[in-house]
Nanobody, 114 residues
Framework: VQLVESGGGLVQPGGSLRLSCAAS????????LVWYRQAPGKQREMVAS???????NYADFVEGRFTISRDNAKNTMYLQMNNLKPDDTAVYYC?????????WGQGTQVTVPS
């Protein structure tokens, strides 16, 4: 499985972005999918996750601003991010897990200037 993120960019505070993570390979619908982010000088942290059954989980800092979703027919995961803040500036990565098999994307940069 290869994961390719897209949709990052520069956005003003209060703006929105939708990140996409396109996957190649089979059994996409069986994977737990996760968005992580890593800001400069900080550890990588979980942003949101979605199970094969569609159950979602969010980090506390999301505060209802982000929505994770998946389209198994398109082998794609999304992260809709609204009301972005400067603290959201980071490289955003997608991650896929099936049992002990894990994959990472290469990341997409999101910049929210202060």
């Amino acid at each position: 499985v290869q994961l390719v993120e897209s949709g990052g960019g520069l956005v003003q505070p209060g703006g929105s972005l939708r990140l996409s993570c396109a996957a190649s390979g089979s059994r996409f619908s069986d994977y737990t999918l996760v968005w992580y982010r890593q800001a400069p000088g900080k550890q990588r942290e979980m942003v949101a996750s979605i199970t094969p059954g569609g159950n979602t989980n969010y980090a506390d800092f999301v505060e209802g601003r982000f929505t994770i979703s998946r389209d198994n027919a398109k082998n794609t995961m999304y992260l809709q991010m609204n009301n972005l803040k400067p603290d959201d500036t980071a490289v955003y990565y997608c991650y896929a897990r099936l049992y002990r098999i894990t994959y990472w994307g290469q990341g997409t940069q999101v910049t929210v200037p202060s």
